[in-house]
């Protein structure tokens, strides 16, 4: 198959890849199966996160990127070799040019390495967007119009915040909390309160059907699985969603935080533009219940939620893509 062109949107928790004329062909937990006897990889994605908290000594099944950059460049690079050969083919006749996702934090060394997986996973050229634009772009927002546009880009490893204005970032903040941080605090929560201990895929469940960011009226509750401390035997307990709610007020306060050190970096012309016209969120972590309710009551500006968040990056990602030399010049970082 002749791919020319690859986006990846390569995150903490999902790993997505477009292809320019088919959308969005990969949609994949970023999670790598390792063999440790031979060191070799064993499944990548769907297959490994079914292995996550259910492997034996031999194998370790982990996510290869941390709070947004990478932590284990040998995995990563396996993992990034596994999704361009799932969508070009194993034999390539041409290396197609890659654009990745990066967070807008990153320091350069981080920057370099997210490059150096990407060629050496098969790429004749690698580009690198900062995500906060990208997301901006999916989102429908008219990046290079002369006003403030504000993007909340709430992740698996690290939430985004930044002001974007004539194709450019004006004022940006990356904070290293997002979905797996709440997952943890809702883990630490219950083996406190229950002596229970839950994996990460049972601590996200939880988030995901009962989590809210605001405490709820009518209150929803769930039975939860694991393994009592105490007895070391099965056990069973039920927990509300307003309780979810308190277990993770301390990480939601980091993302508002971060909010308000970008809008106090904010010339006082786009601040007026980012009060008329309302944040932006997107990513996986707007999929929180109530959160953009959270974030309008706190800094008490218009917040809504884009079509698809968990799709925006990608979508952006495609379009820059598809128009590459027209982007190559203003948004992209190249090696």
């Not at 006749?93 to 350069?108: D, F, K, Y």
């Not at 997210?114 to 999916?138: H, M, N, Q, T, W």
């Not at 974007?164 to 997952?183: E, F, Q, T």
């Not at 895929?201 to 769930?222: C, F, H, N, W």
């Amino acid at each position: 198959m002749l791919v020319r062109k690859i986006g990846i949107d390569l995150g903490t928790a999902n790993t997505l890849v477009f292809i320019p004329g088919k959308g969005v062909v990969v949609n994949e937990p970023s999670v790598v199966a390792v063999s440790i006897l031979d060191n070799k990889v064993l499944a990548v994605g769907n297959d490994a996160k079914e292995m996550l908290g259910r492997t034996p000594d031999t194998i370790v099944a982990s996510r290869p990127l941390r709070d947004g950059v990478i932590a284990d460049y040998r995995v990563t690079e396996a993992m990034l070799k596994y999704f361009i050969n799932k969508v070009s083919g194993k034999i390539r006749l041409v290396r197609p040019e890659i654009m990745l996702s990066i967070p807008a934090g990153i320091t350069s060394t981080e920057r370099r390495a997210v490059i150096d997986a990407a060629v050496r996973s098969g790429a004749k050229a690698a580009y690198v967007v900062k995500e906060p634009v990208l997301a901006a772009i999916g989102a429908g927002i008219p990046i290079n119009s002369a006003a403030g546009n504000m993007i909340i880009d709430v992740g698996g490893g690290t939430s985004e915040v930044a002001i974007i204005s004539l194709g450019g970032i004006v004022a940006a903040y990356s904070a290293r909390v997002g979905g797996n941080k709440l997952d943890q605090a809702i883990a630490d929560h219950i083996k406190r309160k229950y002596g229970l201990a839950i994996g990460d895929r049972t601590a996200e469940d939880i988030k995901i059907q009962i989590g809210s960011a605001l405490p709820l009226v009518k209150e929803d509750y769930m039975e939860v699985r694991g393994r009592d401390l105490s007895g070391g035997l099965p056990k069973t307990i039920k927990i509300s969603s307003n309780e979810i709610t308190g277990a993770i007020q301390d990480e939601l306060r980091e993302i508002i935080a971060v909010i308000k050190k970008v809008l106090q970096e904010t010339p006082p012309e786009l601040a007026a533009d980012v009060m008329d016209k309302g944040m932006v969120l997107s990513g996986g972590g707007a999929l929180l219940r109530n959160l953009d309710q959270l974030i309008a009551k706190t800094i008490e500006v218009p917040c809504y939620v884009a079509e698809e968040p968990l799709l925006c990056v990608i979508k952006g990602i495609g379009i820059a893509l598809e128009n590459l030399d027209l982007y190559k010049r203003t948004i992209m970082l190249s090696k």
